[in-house]
């Protein structure tokens, strides 16, 4: 599967009183993992947006297990991938280093969402395309930094 990668340096205001990474912004970092995983694969979200009902992939179950804390001028490297795909969800697992430490491990349940034609107010899950599955299947690791 696709790995795409992304560094972040811990700023102070990423952290608690202690100066340890206060952990909310490593579900942060997960969404935005997300989306940086599908820009690398070559999957135009925006233009979709644009011109159908998609409306992106809303998130149905997040998790983590922190195994070693982050601090402050810290840089993490995100290493996120598609883990496995149901027929309208998909499975993204998320590990976060530091160095060789790992310090964090997360998982996402996400849907291929449309807004719902008789209420906009409502979305449908809708069978993830196949081009998309290809797309973040292949055999690589992407540096959404460089």
Known sequence: MLVVTHR?????GHCDPA???????YFAWMDAGCHNLFKAAGVPFAE???TSSFIGCPL????AKFSKPAYYDDVVTLSSQVESFGRKSFRLHH???HSDDELAIGQEIRVWAYSDHADSRKIRAEPVPNKVR?????????NFNA
């Not at 149905?60 to 998790?63: A, C, D, F, G």
């Not at 290809?134 to 992407?142: K, L, P, Y």
Request: charged share 15%; aromatic share 12%; no cysteine.
């Open 8 to 12: 972040y340096r811990v700023d102070w």
């Open 19 to 25: 100066g340890i990474i206060f952990n909310p912004n």
């Open 48 to 50: 979709m947006m644009a």
């Open 60 to 63: 149905i179950k997040n998790e």
């Open 95 to 97: 590990r976060f280093t």
């Open 134 to 142: 290809q797309a973040v299947s292949v055999n690589s690791i992407i």
